[in-house]
């Protein structure tokens, strides 16, 4: 049984379409996570969410916004695409209270390509 | 600067030999994270420590909270340990602001 899985794992879209990924977990966790990583490979946090509390990186565009039907989904929206979207885009989730101190569990990741 | 600083960059070895490689940070943390990501991209959380030092199979992970220091160690190493490791650190007092990263360790055992 997969822990955490998103859909899809691969997404092929034209610059100014709006998209989603949709991320689920099994685990009973309370707070997830979506991280970006680069063509550099490097790995950065986008939101993080439990179920009182979002809390978003300053550093990304209002663009990107975070949907959390129920505690076991955070879905990822992402409006008017633009070429620098493209990316490899992990969902994680961990367990509440001491989310600090806690082991994420990392989904298979969605590559994202915006032509 | 990178709060997070990891080195080697790239490492090739030989199967068997010893690996270390090298995690500084400059922020307190609440606690640190070894990562291991696949070539097929999946990521796996190794360990996760805030002090002392931790062992799974051949894998062992230190930490040196006063030094701002982590190192992962790999004995008897195979190929199939070729992979990227990444550093990460959850930050003191950040709640729920999730991981920073270190740029990863791209490592290769050749056979």
């Given at each position: 049984d997969t822990a955490v899985s998103q859909t899809p794992k691969y997404l092929v879209t034209q610059m100014g379409n709006d998209k989603s990924i949709k991320c689920e977990q099994n685990?009973?966790?309370d707070t997830m996570y979506w991280y970006k990583q680069d063509s550099k490979k490097f790995l950065k946090i986008m939101f993080s969410y439990n179920n009182k509390e979002l809390i978003i990186?300053?550093?990304?565009?209002?663009r990107f916004s975070p949907k959390s039907p129920d505690k076991a989904h955070l879905n990822l929206h992402i409006n008017s695409?633009?070429?620098?979207?493209s990316a490899v885009y992990f969902c994680a989730s961990s367990h509440f209270p001491d989310i600090a101190k806690e082991t994420q569990y990392f989904g298979p990741g969605t590559r994202l390509l915006v032509l | 600067k990178n709060e997070v600083e990891q080195s080697p960059q790239n490492l090739t070895a030989q199967e068997g030999e010893f690996i270390t490689i090298n995690c500084s940070y400059s922020v307190g943390i609440s606690a640190l994270h070894w990562l291991q990501q696949h070539p097929g991209g999946g990521i796996v959380s190794l360990f996760m420590l805030s002090s002392g030092k931790k062992k799974h199979g051949r894998l062992i992970a230190t930490i040196n909270i006063q030094e701002k220091h982590s190192s992962l160690h790999i004995t008897a190493?195979?190929?199939?340990?070729s992979a990227v490791y990444i550093c990460a650190v959850s930050l003191?007092?950040?709640?729920?602001d999730g991981l920073t990263f270190g740029k990863g360790t791209h490592l290769i055992i050749q056979p």
């Open positions: 685990l009973g966790h990186n300053e550093t990304v565009p209002n695409l633009e070429l620098g979207d | 190493s195979h190929p199939r340990d003191s007092g950040g709640g729920a």
